[in-house]
């Protein structure tokens, strides 16, 4: 089962005004730097809401995060 988490995220925004994240942290401090964007678009995400969706590529692994109404949130497998 997944849930949605809302993090927080440090971002870029470049001088045209489009959204680059770089780096999650965790509620404990801890920072996961993005290592590559894989794809950006328009979706619905599993556990409900929508938003921007950043594909990316974390720690070698694929995750999902998405910029919906100003704030991220991410699919976890942990609430």
């Keep these: 089962m997944l849930y949605k988490r809302y993090v927080d995220v ?6 045209e005004g489009k959204l680059k994240p770089l780096i999650i942290v965790w509620d404990d401090g801890l920072q996961y730097p993005i290592d590559r964007i894989l794809e950006v678009r328009n ?15 974390i ?15 991410i699919e976890s497998t942990k609430p």
């Design 10 to 15: 440090i971002t870029l925004i470049d001088k």
């Design 43 to 57: 979706a619905m995400s599993e556990v409900g809401g929508c938003g921007i969706l950043y594909r990316c590529r």
């Design 59 to 73: 720690q070698n692994k694929e995750r999902k995060l998405f910029y919906e109404k100003n704030r991220w949130f």
